[in-house]
C-alpha cells in the first residue's frame, strides 16, 4: 500500500470523456489498496477564456478580482471529478483551497502556497476517502481566494504530496515522460526513466515544459518522488510506466548527459565600447531588474586596452523593446553602441554526472564547430552548458549533439 | 441618498459588454449618492453547459459536488463586475457565500438562507464601497457550498436586501417590468407600474416567471420593495422606471384585476366511478405526494347517487405519467377509469381588490361562454380565479379577458 497524489493537468481532464479516463486509472490505484489524493486543472480552454474576460475588462484588473475569477475552473474539474470517482464506487469529495485550507501568500495571481492542513484529508483516507483537490488555489488570511500562477496545479500537487507525506506525487499529463531531446527535432529522442531533480530543474527551467519549476524545487526540498506519465495510455502511475524524478542516489544508472534542451523565448542584447569600471554589470542589470525583466545568461568581455568593454546578456523577446528603451535612457550609457538580436535560440545539455567529465562541455563545442555553427555566448553551471547560436541552426544543433552524446535511441533491426 | 440592492440576471451579464453596461448603471446609482450592493447570476448559458456536465457524470450526482460545480458560474460574474466597477473609479469587491459568509441549510441544490452576516458589508458602505455578491450559492455548516435552485440569485437578492435593510431591491432583467399579461398573445398588454406583494405572488405562481416565487414571499415578509426592471433601458433604478411589488397599501391607484395569467405546463388526470367515501381526496393525493408530485387543481365532483363520483386533479405535465402508473398500481382505484388530458391550459385572473368584487369570478364565467370556450375545471383564492379550459382556446380567452376587465391599453391615435 502507498499513499499517492495524483495530478491530471488541463488536456488530461478536457471534456467529461477524459474526466471519466482518469477516474478510471484512479479506480486501479484504489484497487490495489494505495490511498490517493488526485489534484485537478481547469478542463483545457477554461483557463484561458476566465483570463481573456478579464483583460477585456480591464489589462489593469484587481489581481484579487482575478483570483476569483480564474480559480473557478479547478473548481468545475474537482466537483466532476469527485463524482465520477463516486460512481465507480468510490469515497470521494472535492475540496476548495479555502475548504482544506490551502494558506497563501498575499501574492495574488503568483501567490505562495505558506501551509496546507491536511489533517481532515488523512482521516478520511482511513474511510477509504479519495480527495479531489482544486489544484492552482489557495485561500489567504484576509480569506480571499489566491492563485499561484500558470501552471501552479503542479505546486498544489507536490505541496499536497509533502503534506500528506507521500509516496509519489504522479502528474499525468499528455506526454509520456520526460525525454532526451524534443521529439519533435530529434526522430531517435528517448524517454528517460529516471532523473535527478537537479537534471530535471535544469531541464524545465531551459524549456522543457513538461513540469513547472516550482513544482520540482518544491519536490526537492521535501523528497518526493515526482512521476510524469501519460493520461492516454493505458498504464497507471503505481506501474511506473513514466519518468520518474528522484534523488541522484536512488537513480541506479547514471548518464553524464540526461538531455538536451533549447529555448527559443530569448533575446540578445549588446552594448559595445562600455567604460571597463567595476560595477559596470550593477549598472547595466540594475534597471532591468527595476523593469522587472529577467536576465538569463551574461557574459562580459575582458577589453584589450583596458578602457572600454563588451557587455551581452538574454531578455526575454517580449521584455526587448522596453530593456533597450531602458538602456538608452540610462545616462552611463550615452555613449555605448546597443546591438539586439532575436533570431537566437539556447542550446543546454544537462546532466547530473557533468561535473564530474570535463570533456562533456568539450564535446558541445567541438560538435557543433564541426557543423560550421558559430557560438554567440557561453554559459555553464554543474550540471549544464548552454550556448547561444543562430536560430537557423537549431535543429542542425539539437540533432548533431544528441548523437554526440550517445543519446539516440537503438534503431530496432 | 437610498440602499439599494440591485440584481442582475444571466442575460443582463450574458457577456463583458452586458457586464459593463452593468456596471455603467451601477456607477450612476452610486453618483447618486446611493449605498449599493450588487448581486449576479451566472453569464446566460453557463449554468446550464455546467449542470450538462454533472448530468453527463450521472444523473444521480452527488448534490454537494453539484453545487461546488454550479455555484462556479456566478463566482466568474462576481470577481469580472467587480473589476469593471473598479475601471469606473469606484471601490467594489466580490464576496462568495462563503466569505460573506450566506449561511444555508444543508438541502443542497435547494437549500435555504438562514441567516447572511452582513457587518462587513455594512462597514465598507462607509468607505463608497459597492459590495458584489455571487447570487444563487451559500455556505452550510460543514463548510461545503450549497446554491439555493434554479432562479436563486433574485432569493439571494431578497435576502441580501432584508439583511441590510436595505429601501429598495432592483431585479434587473430582459424584460421592463410585470405586464397585465404575456405581450407576445395581447398586444395591448400594459406594464405594471405597481402591485402588490400577494398580486406579484399569484401571478408568478401562476407562470408570469418574472419573479422567482419564492424571492417574492421573502419579500413580502421583510417588506422590502421590489422593482423588476430592464437591463437594456437607459433608465437605472432610481428612476423607477419599472413594475414596483410593494405592500397593498403604499398602492395609490387600486385596479381591482392586475392581470391575465396563464400556465400550461399541466396535465389534468380525472377518475371517473370512484366510492365516495370520507378520505378519498387523500387516498388520491397520498400516492402523489409519495412519488414527490405537486398536485395543484384539484375538484371532486358532488355524486348524483351518493355511491361513486368523479375525482380530477393537474399535475405537471413531466410527471403525468409517473401519476398515473402510481394510481394504476393502487389497490383502492383498480375498478377506476382513469382519464388524462394534456391539451389544457389554465387561465386565471389575479388581482388584490377581486376578494371585495363578486362580480370578478361571473365576468370571467361570462366572457369565456360568449367566446363559445367551456370551462373544465374552476379553482378560487382570495385575488385569483382560475380555470382549465381547452389549450387551443389559450390565445382567445386570454385576449378576451384581457378587453373585458378593462386592462388593454388605449390606442394613441
Redesign the interface.
Known amino acids: 500500500m502507498a499513499r499517492i497524489v495524483a495530478k491530471f493537468g488541463g488536456t488530461s481532464v478536457a471534456d ?1 470523456e477524459r ?2 479516463r482518469a477516474a478510471d486509472k484512479i479506480a486501479r490505484e484504489v484497487a490495489l489498496g494505495n490511498e490517493v489524493a488526485v489534484v485537478v486543472s481547469a478542463m483545457s480552454g477554461v483557463t484561458n477564456q ?1 483570463v481573456e ?2 483583460n ?3 489589462e489593469g ?2 489581481v ?6 480564474v ?3 479547478e ?2 474539474t ?3 471529478m ?3 470517482l ?2 465507480r464506487g468510490i469515497n470521494a ?2 475540496w ?1 483551497g ?2 482544506v485550507p490551502i494558506l497563501c501568500s498575499e501574492a495574488h495571481g503568483k501567490a505562495r502556497i505558506e501551509s496546507i492542513d491536511s489533517a481532515k484529508m488523512i482521516e478520511r483516507f482511513k474511510e477509504k476517502d479519495v480527495a479531489v483537490l482544486a489544484g492552482f488555489q489557495g485561500v489567504t488570511e484576509r ?3 489566491a492563485t499561484l500562477g500558470r501552471g501552479g496545479s503542479d505546486t498544489t500537487a507536490v505541496a499536497l504530496a509533502a503534506a500528506l507525506n507521500a509516496d509519489r506525487c504522479d502528474i499525468y499529463t499528455d506526454v509520456d515522460g520526460v525525454y532526451t531531446t524534443d521529439p519533435r527535432i530529434v526522430k531517435k529522442a528517448q524517454k528517460i526513466e529516471k532523473i535527478s531533480y537537479e537534471g530535471m530543474l535544469e531541464l524545465a527551467s531551459l524549456g522543457a515544459k513538461v513540469l513547472q519549476t516550482r513544482s520540482v524545487e518544491m519536490a526537492y526540498k521535501r523528497d518526493i518522488p515526482l512521476q510524469v506519465l501519460s493520461s492516454f495510455d493505458d498504464a497507471i502511475g503505481s506501474d511506473l510506466p513514466g519518468t520518474l524524478v528522484t534523488r541522484e542516489e536512488d537513480i541506479m544508472e547514471k548518464h553524464v548527459v540526461n538531455g538536451i534542451a533549447y529555448d527559443k523565448s530569448e533575446a540578445k542584447i549588446t552594448l559595445f565600447d562600455i567604460p571597463d569600471s567595476p560595477g559596470i554589470a550593477a549598472k547595466v542589470l540594475g534597471p532591468m531588474s527595476e523593469a522587472n525583466i529577467n536576465v538569463d545568461m551574461i557574459v562580459q568581455n575582458i577589453s584589450a586596452d583596458g578602457k572600454v568593454t563588451d557587455f551581452t546578456f538574454t531578455v526575454p523577446k517580449d521584455d526587448l523593446d522596453k530593456a533597450i528603451e531602458k538602456l538608452k535612457a540610462d545616462e552611463a550609457f550615452k555613449d555605448a553602441q546597443i546591438k539586439a538580436n532575436k533570431d537566437i535560440v539556447k542550446i543546454s545539455v544537462v546532466g547530473i554526472g557533468m561535473v564530474s567529465h570535463a570533456g562533456v562541455a568539450q564535446t558541445m563545442f567541438a560538435t557543433l564547430a564541426e557543423k560550421g555553427i558559430n557560438i554567440q555566448v557561453i554559459s555553464t553551471s554543474e550540471i549544464k552548458v548552454s550556448v547561444i547560436i543562430a536560430k537557423e541552426y537549431l535543429e542542425l544543433a539539437v540533432r548533431s549533439l544528441h548523437t554526440a552524446y550517445g543519446l539516440d535511441m537503438e534503431e530496432v533491426a
Do not use: F, N, P
Request: charged share 25%; glycine share 6%.
Open positions: 467529461i474526466i471519466e476566465l474576460y478579464c477585456d475588462i480591464s484588473h484587481d484579487r478580482e482575478y483570483d476569483t475569477v480559480s473557478s475552473g473548481q468545475v474537482a466537483g466532476l469527485a463524482m465520477a463516486q460512481k469529495r472535492s476548495m479555502w475548504q480569506e480571499r481566494i
